[in-house]
């Protein structure tokens, strides 16, 4: 009897220790009322993170979610949510009406896709905006306030371009001409 209660008392003073290491499946109902296995840390997932809205500290893997997917820190992986998609950090496939982050390598798409700094990679999606980009973008309409690579849509627009800007209506402020039908750009 004496080994039965000190295994359990040793397991419940291991308990705080083990929430802190990383889960490997998350699943969640609504923002922060979720479960995780094994050690039901809702903050730090490596592996699959499956809901109807999710909120996590960090993600490397999967994050599935029907409604929205946000990430509060960094994010490696594929992210995935009908409506929203929100990372700061992020390097993989972020993909959802709506696509946030701050900074970006990887594949973007969506309906809108926004990024706040640097982007590295394909944006793909009726609206892509991003300040400094690097890559390709593929829309209706492109917005980067630095482009080095291609920008592919019908209204394209960059103040500084290293590459082409192919569309029906291409503004580079540094291209071979301010604003250009077609094709504009700068090598």
Known sequence: MKKLVLTLALAVAALPAMAYGNSNI?????????????????????????????????????????????????FDGVQWAWILAVTPEFKGWQAALVSLADQ???????????????????????????????????????????VNGLQFGLINYTEDIHGLQIGLANIARNGWFPAMILVNGRF
């Open 104 to 146: 970006f390598t990887g594949l973007q798409s969506g309906f809108i896709n926004y990024n706040k700094q640097d982007f590295t990679g394909v944006q793909w999606g009726l609206g892509n905006a991003t300040d400094s980009f690097t890559g390709v973008q593929l829309g209706v309409v492109n917005y980067a306030r630095s």
């Open 26 to 74: 998350k699943v969640s109902l609504w923002d922060r009322i979720a479960a995780a296995a094994p050690n039901n840390n809702i903050d730090e997932i490596v592996g699959l993170d499956l809901g109807i809205g999710s909120t996590a500290e960090h993600v490397s893997g999967v994050q599935f979610d029907f409604i929205y997917a946000n990430t509060k820190n960094d």
